[in-house]
């Protein structure tokens, strides 16, 4: 879920997700803006990114078509921030090229998630197929309390 809604569908965001942080700079690219200064300004904004969780693990599955494993890349930062980025690079112009539509996006895209407490970070693996990378994050069983009866006298 986003914090913003999605420019690229009619996908609704839920604002109250505590998970979701994504990234929304409305400098980007003016040159007070500290390190993101040099984003173009055409970003793969909303990269789509599907979070389910399962008995065992978090799965993020993310559209990155045309990508190759080497242009994106996946972190876990300050021990509980899984961050998914990536860079589509412009098709190079030719002199004599002539462009009748250009719909594709390029630029740079960054998506971050608060994960849960019980996410185990040392873990998390990471696979690219046919344009989806596939991020899995498994998760600590979760004990359950132990119950001991008490005998009542009397």
Do not use: Y
């Not at 986003?2 to 505590?18: E, K, M, Q, T, Y």
């Not at 899984?82 to 098709?91: A, M």
């Not at 112009?93 to 539509?101: A, I, M, Q, S, T």
């Amino acid at each position: 879920m986003s914090l913003i809604p999605s420019f690229f569908g009619n996908r609704r965001s839920n604002v109250f997700d505590p998970f979701s942080l994504d990234i929304c700079d409305p400098f980007q690219g003016f040159p007070f803006s500290n390190d993101v200064a040099n984003l173009p300004t055409t970003a793969i904004a909303n990269a789509r990114i599907d979070w389910k969780e399962t008995p065992e693990a978090h799965v993020f599955k993310v559209d990155v078509p045309g990508l190759k494993k080497e242009e994106v890349k996946v972190e876990v930062e300050d021990g509980s921030i899984l961050q998914i980025s990536g860079e589509r690079s412009k098709e190079q112009e030719e002199k004599n090229d002539k462009w009748h539509r250009v719909e594709r996006s390029s630029g740079k895209f960054l998506r971050r998630f608060r994960l849960p407490e019980n996410a185990k970070l040392e873990q998390v693996k990471a696979a690219m197929e046919n344009g989806v990378l596939t991020v899995t994050v498994p998760k600590e069983e979760v004990k359950k309390p132990e119950v001991k009866a008490i005998d009542i006298s009397g």
